[in-house]
C-alpha cells in the first residue's frame, strides 16, 4: 500500500505576494500613473490662478467706473465690458441660430432615417468638417460669406467685417458638435420605444418627433448648450471676419463690425508687439479670460448634468 | 354556420389593410419633413463641399506656379517671396511636443482612472477635471501659457531676444490643451476592452502593471492611437493660443546652431502665418489660400489615417 500524501505544504500569504521587487515595481507604476492623473488638477489649478491673479491686479488698479462704458478700447484705458459680451452673445447667438436646425437635422436624419450604409459615410465627413481649423473657416466667412450670404441681407452698403458673417462662420464650426452630441442621445433611445411606437399605429415622422425626440431631449439640449459653449469661447473666426481690431463702441448690429470677449484677447496680443509693456492692456487680457473662463465653465457644467440625466434613464 | 362568408372575409381584410396604408393616399407631411430633413444635411455637407472648391480653387495655382519654392521660404513681407516653410518646420516641432508630453502623460492618467483607481471620491473628482478641461476655450490655455511659461518662466524657457516667447512655451502650452482630450479618447478605448480578458490574466497571476502592459494595452491602442492622432489633428490646426504665448507674427530670421538654442528662440506655425497674412493686403490672398490648402491637406490625411485605423482594428466583443 502505498503511502497516502500528507497534507500540501501550507502557502502563506507572502507566497501569494510574489517578490518583493516585483511589488516595488508595482508600486512605483502605480504612482507614476496616479501623478499623471493629478496632473489634470495641477493644470486646473494653474488656469485659475494665473487667470484669478492677473484679473486681480486688472481690477484693483482700475476705475471700476470704466468697465460699464459704452466702447471697448484697452490701449485708450477704455473697458466697456458690456461692449465685448453683448458682441460676443450676439455671435454666439447667430451661430446657434445657424447650427441648430443644421445640427438637429443632420441629427434626426442620421440616427432615424439614414441607412447603415449612408451613416457609415456621413458620419466621417462631418467629422471632417468638424476637423477644418478656426482659422479656415474665419477666412471662409470674411471672403466668401461676408459678400455673397450677409451682404444681400443686409440693408444698405455693408462693410466686409460684420458681425453677422463671423456668427455663421461660427455656426458652421459648432454645427458637427451639435449634430454629433444629438445623434448619440437619439440613437441611445431604446429601440423597444420607437417599436411600441410603431405598433400604436405611428407614422416614422410621428415616432422621430414625438417619441424619440422627447426620450433624447435631455442630451438634445446639452448639444445645444455644448454648442453655445463653444461658440462663446471660439476665437479665430471672429478675430478674422468680425473686424474692429483697436476696439469698438458698444453695438448691437449685426452688420457692423463688433468685438467679442476672444476677438478682444487677440488683438490685444498682436495689436503692439509688447503686452507686457501697456498699462492695463496685459492684466485686462487675463480679466476678460477670468469672464469666458466663467462663461463657458457654467454651461458646460449645466450640459453635464443635461448628460448624466439622459445617461442614468437607460 | 361554422365558417365566416368569404366575401365578408376579404373585406375585412382589406379594411386593415387600406387603414394602415393610410387608404393610398400619401402622407404629405411626412413626405415634407424627410425632405427638410435631407436639405438641411445637403446644405450642411454642401457648405464644406463649397469650402474645400474655394480653398483648393484659389489655392493650388498658387501651389503649382510656386512649387516647392513655396513650401520652404520664409516668412516675407512681399507676398511672391513669402513662404511656409518656417511655418511647417514650427507646426511639426510643436507636433513632436503633443507626441511626447502628452501622449505618455495622457495615456497613463486614463490607464490610472480606469484600470486602477477605485471609485473614490478622488476618481470621480478628477475625471470631473478632466472633462471640464476639455471643455475650456483654446484662448483660455493660450492665457495659461502666457502667464506660466512666458511671463513667469521666461527666463528659463526663452531667455534672450525671444523674451519668453520661445517654441518651449509654445509646445508645452500645446501639450497641456491637448492633455484632456487625449485621457478622454484614451480611456474610451480601455473602457471597451473587456472584463473577462482582465479576469483571465489575474486568474494565472498576473500583477495588475502585467494585466494592463501584456493585455489590456495592446488591445485598446487601435482606440488610443486613433484618439491620440486625432488630438494631434486639432493640435495642428489651433491658432488663438500660439497668438497669446507669441508665435511669431510677420517675420524673423534667424539661425540656429543648437537644438536648445531653437528650443528657447522664436518660431511660428501654419495656423499663426494663416493668420497673419488674412490680416494682410489683398495681394497676400492667393498665399493664404495656399497656406491653407497645405494645411488641409496634412489634417484630411491625418484624419483618414486616423479613420482607417479604426475601421481596421475595430473589433467588437
Known amino acids: 500500500m502505498t503511502a497516502i500524501p500528507g497534507p500540501p505544504t501550507r502557502l502563506s500569504v507572502a507566497d501569494l505576494r510574489g517578490s518583493a521587487a516585483r511589488r516595488r515595481r508595482e ?44 466702447g471697448w478700447f484697452p490701449r485708450r484705458d477704455l473697458f466697456g465690458i458690456p461692449t465685448i459680451v453683448s458682441g460676443t452673445l450676439l455671435v454666439a447667438g447667430i451661430g446657434m441660430l445657424v447650427a441648430t436646425p443644421l445640427g438637429l437635422g443632420a441629427a434626426i ?35 466668401v460669406i461676408s459678400p455673397t450670404v450677409v451682404d444681400p441681407i443686409c440693408p444698405g452698403a455693408t462693410e466686409q467685417f460684420n458681425m453677422a458673417a463671423a456668427g455663421i462662420g461660427v455656426g458652421i464650426l459648432i454645427t ?4 454629433s452630441v444629438a445623434e448619440d442621445a437619439m440613437y441611445a ?10 405598433g400604436l399605429g405611428a407614422r416614422k415622422r410621428t415616432t422621430s418627433l414625438r417619441v424619440v425626440f422627447p426620450a433624447a431631449i435631455s442630451g438634445i439640449v446639452a448639444a445645444l448648450i455644448l454648442g453655445l459653449s463653444r461658440g462663446i469661447g471660439e476665437t479665430m473666426v471672429v478675430s478674422i471676419a468680425a473686424g474692429a481690431t483697436g476696439g469698438s463702441l458698444f453695438s448691437v448690429n449685426p452688420c457692423a463690425p463688433g468685438q467679442t470677449m476672444t476677438a478682444a484677447m487677440t488683438a490685444l496680443a498682436t495689436g503692439s508687439d509688447q503686452v507686457r509693456g501697456a498699462s492695463l492692456a496685459f492684466p485686462s487680457l487675463f480679466f476678460v479670460g477670468l469672464l469666458l473662463f466663467a462663461f463657458t465653465l457654467t454651461l458646460n457644467l449645466i450640459a453635464d448634468r443635461f448628460v448624466r440625466r439622459f445617461r442614468v434613464r437607460y | 354556420m361554422a365558417a365566416t362568408p368569404r366575401s365578408q372575409a376579404v373585406t375585412a381584410a382589406e379594411a386593415v389593410r387600406r387603414s394602415l396604408e393610410g387608404a393610398g393616399r400619401t402622407d404629405w407631411r411626412s413626405v415634407a419633413f424627410q425632405a427638410v430633413l435631407v436639405l438641411l444635411l445637403v446644405l450642411t455637407l454642401g457648405i464644406l463641399a463649397w469650402l474645400l472648391a474655394v480653398v483648393f480653387v484659389n489655392g493650388t495655382p498658387v501651389l503649382l506656379e510656386r512649387g516647392t519654392e ?49 471609485d473614490t471620491a478622488f476618481t470621480r473628482f478628477v475625471n470631473t477635471v478632466v ?25 528659463v524657457v526663452g531667455p534672450g531676444p525671444a523674451s519668453g516667447r520661445s517654441l518651449l512655451a509654445g509646445g508645452l502650452t500645446m501639450a497641456i490643451l491637448v492633455l484632456p482630450i487625449v485621457i ?45 492622432i486625432l488630438s494631434m489633428a486639432r493640435a495642428f490646426g489651433e491658432t488663438a493660443p500660439l497668438i497669446l504665448v507669441g508665435a511669431v507674427i510677420g517675420g524673423f530670421n534667424v539661425r540656429y546652431d543648437s537644438v536648445l538654442e531653437q528650443l528657447q528662440g522664436r518660431y511660428t506655425a501654419l495656423p499663426t502665418t494663416v493668420y497673419d497674412w ?15 490648402v497645405v494645411l488641409i491637406a496634412v489634417l484630411l490625411v491625418v484624419n483618414a489615417l486616423a479613420i482607417y485605423l479604426r475601421n481596421r482594428f475595430e473589433r467588437r466583443w
Not at chain 1, 176 to 179: D, G, I, R, Y
Not at chain 2, 71 to 80: E, G, I, R, V, Y
Not at chain 2, 85 to 103: E, P, R
Open chain 1, 189 to 198: 433611445v431604446p429601440r423597444s420605444l420607437r417599436e411600441a411606437s410603431y
Open chain 2, 131 to 155: 472633462r471640464n478641461l476639455a471643455g475650456v476655450p483654446s484662448i483660455v490655455y493660450g492665457l495659461l501659457g502666457l502667464a506660466v511659461f512666458v511671463v513667469a518662466l521666461g527666463d
Open chain 2, 70 to 118: 513655396f513650401l520652404t521660404s520664409p516668412l516675407a513681407s512681399q507676398p511672391d517671396r513669402a513662404g511656409v516653410g518656417q511655418a511647417i518646420q514650427g507646426s511639426l516641432m510643436l507636433m513632436a511636443f503633443v507626441a511626447l508630453l502628452s501622449f505618455p502623460l495622457g495615456i497613463g492618467a486614463a490607464v490610472y482612472l480606469e484600470e486602477y483607481a477605485a
Open chain 2, 184 to 228: 478622454i479618447t484614451s480611456g474610451e478605448a480601455l473602457r471597451a476592452v473587456p472584463g473577462s480578458i482582465r479576469e483571465a490574466a489575474f486568474g494565472v497571476g498576473a500583477t495588475r502593471w502585467e494585466v494592463v502592459r501584456s493585455h489590456v494595452l495592446p488591445y485598446a491602442a487601435p482606440g488610443i492611437f486613433t484618439g491620440t
Open chain 1, 176 to 179: 458637427p458638435l451639435v449634430a
Open chain 1, 109 to 143: 436624419y442620421l440616427s432615424e432615417y439614414a441607412s447603415p450604409r449612408a451613416r457609415r459615410t456621413i458620419k466621417p465627413v462631418l467629422e471632417v468638417l468638424a476637423g477644418i481649423p478656426s482659422v479656415v473657416l474665419g477666412y471662409f466667412a470674411l471672403q
Open chain 2, 278 to 292: 488674412a490680416r494682410k493686403p489683398a495681394s497676400f490672398e492667393g498665399n493664404v489660400y495656399a497656406a491653407i
Open chain 1, 27 to 70: 508600486t512605483a507604476v502605480r504612482l507614476a500613473f496616479m501623478a499623471a492623473a493629478s496632473l489634470s488638477i495641477v493644470i486646473s489649478l494653474l488656469i485659475i490662478l494665473s487667470l484669478v491673479g492677473e484679473a486681480w491686479n486688472f481690477v484693483s488698479s482700475v476705475d471700476l467706473a470704466l468697465l460699464v462704458e459704452r
